[in-house]
Nanobody, 115 residues
Framework: QVQLVESGGGLVQAGGSLRLSCAAS????????MGWYRQAPGKQRELVAA???????NYADSVTGRFIISRDNAKRTVYLQMNSLNAEDTAVYYC?????????WGQGTQVTVSS
């Protein structure tokens, strides 16, 4: 059973930065696409960024140029560096490991951006 544990969320002022981390159990991390999703109150969960085992990345249009996803396969950890945060980035952020189905999910970490 894969476990994903997110950390790094919190309260930040608009224009500030946060770095989220997601530590995974199990050796399959190295072979899986990892993603960060977010869900704001009253909205559907949406993909923010994803990274392949080889390091290829893709981003939602709303975060392109501001967020950077990266991974350290040796540490089984995926990161999300979030810069120039604004109020629209306020959400619970979830880490996901692709498994060909719904995937494995972390418990989520709250990010709140004050304007």
């Amino acid at each position: 059973q894969v476990q994903l544990v997110e950390s790094g969320g919190g309260l930040v002022q608009a224009g500030g930065s946060l770095r989220l981390s997601c530590a995974a159990s199990g050796t399959i991390f190295t072979f899986r696409i990892m993603g960060w999703y977010r869900q704001a109150p009253g909205k559907q969960r949406e993909l923010v960024a994803a990274i392949s085992p080889g390091g290829s990345t893709n981003y939602a249009d709303s975060v392109t140029g501001r967020f950077i996803i990266s991974r350290d396969n040796a540490k089984r950890t995926v990161y999300l560096q979030m810069n120039s945060l604004n109020a629209e980035d306020t959400a619970v952020y979830y880490c996901n490991m692709n498994n060909g189905g719904s995937g494995y999910w972390g418990q989520g970490t709250q990010v709140t951006v004050s304007s």
